[in-house]
């Protein structure tokens, strides 16, 4: 398993276009987590997966923003009309929920830039 | 909103023991301590958690006072590998919040 991938690792934009992320969770994980980071602050919870089905947006997601988890396993992360005030570190994240506590393992995530 | 105090930054010298202190006097009786560390452009990395017990683990050990109120991150040797921003979270299986964690700095 080689944990958590994000694709792509970096991604520039033009002001007002669409953008989408891909993250593959580590393999049998059931939750999986999208979370925005800009300089110097703390990642931002955007939204979690408990298998397929999303348990909590965060009010930071505008009605631009979009996730899913079709199947369970991989999810996207969808960016309409995209302003320069999304350019940031966009993380994932996934572990595996079976009734005790567990650590979350984190992608590289996708650094967005938008001109 | 994040439910821990940390403070800003600390400097530990290459080899002494980094202790990170944090807060969280709302805790809940079910709400684990965890810790993760991010160091630059890389995703956060998991370091260590526990509920009441002191834990130890191959990175760090963990403190946590009786009361639960606050917890110590304890890197008993540290490396300048070691410098980055350290994020105490207090979780009970839910979404994980992060603060703005402190930012270690391992001095040569």
């Known amino acids: 398993d080689t944990g958590v991938s994000q694709n792509p690792r970096h991604k520039i934009t033009k002001r007002g276009q669409n953008v989408t992320f891909r993250c593959d969770p580590i393999s049998e994980h059931n939750r999986l987590y999208w979370y925005r980071q800009t300089l110097g602050q703390g990642p931002e919870f955007l939204t979690y997966?408990?298998?397929?089905?999303?348990?909590?947006k965060s009010r930071l997601l505008s009605d631009r923003f979009s996730a899913e988890r079709p199947k369970g396993s991989f999810s996207t992360l969808e960016i309409q009309r995209t302003e320069q005030g999304d350019s940031a570190m966009y993380l994932c994240?996934?572990?595996?929920?079976?009734?005790?506590?567990?650590?979350?393992?984190f992608g590289q995530g996708t650094r967005l830039t938008v001109v | 909103d994040a439910k821990t105090t940390q403070p800003t930054s600390m400097d530990c010298a290459e080899g002494r023991a980094a202790n990170l202190p944090c807060n969280h006097s709302?805790?809940?009786?079910?709400?684990?301590v965890y810790w993760y560390r991010q160091i630059h452009s890389q995703g956060p990395q998991y370091i260590i958690h526990g509920l009441k017990n002191n834990e130890t683990n191959e990175m760090a050990s963990l403190i946590i006072t009786e009361d639960r109120k606050s917890s110590t991150l304890i890197l008993p040797h540290a490396t300048l590998r070691d410098t980055a921003v350290y994020y105490c979270?207090?979780?009970?299986?839910?979404?994980?919040?992060f603060g703005k964690g402190t930012r270690l700095h391992i001095l040569p």
């Open positions: 979270i207090v979780n009970r299986d839910d979404k994980i919040i």
């Open positions: 709302t805790i809940s009786g079910n709400e684990y």
């Open positions: 994240a996934s572990s595996l929920r079976d009734g005790s506590n567990t650590e979350a393992f």
């Open positions: 997966f408990q298998n397929e089905a999303q348990l909590e």
